[in-house]
């Protein structure tokens, strides 16, 4: 059994393949994308319920320490120990420390 195919045939072929592929890997990097936009939102899920159970034990805290008054030294401990907490993280998250220019591609450190 002999197989003729014209060069027309052949290249049409080719093209065709190329075709699959491209669609494939275009299809592969979609999906990709997709479950790293999905991994994303789920770490910033787990980061909000994380903060917002800390939040709730500092309040239930607080609030149990201011209820039941009897320490000053206590209830400054436990209003003023969260707010320098909260203190340090605020001034470090907006400090600017440094400022360093995007690197283009042909540049080496």
Do not use: C
Not at 38 to 45: E, F, V, Y
Not at 53 to 70: D, E, F, K, N, Y
Request: no cysteine.
């Amino acid at each position: 059994m002999t197989i003729n195919l014209t060069p027309t045939q052949i290249l049409a072929a080719v093209g065709v393949v190329v075709v699959l592929l491209w669609v494939w890997r275009a299809s592969a990097r979609r999906a990709k994308a997709t479950a790293n936009a999905a991994r994303a939102g789920a770490r910033l899920l787990s980061l909000t319920g994380r903060v917002l159970v800390m939040a709730g034990v500092i309040v239930g805290v607080q609030w149990l320490v201011i209820t039941h008054r009897g320490d000053t030294v206590l209830l400054l401990v436990v209003l003023g120990l969260p707010a320098l907490f909260a203190a340090y993280t605020l001034t470090k998250a907006l400090t600017i420390t440094s400022y360093e220019s995007p690197r283009s591609r042909g540049d080496r450190r």
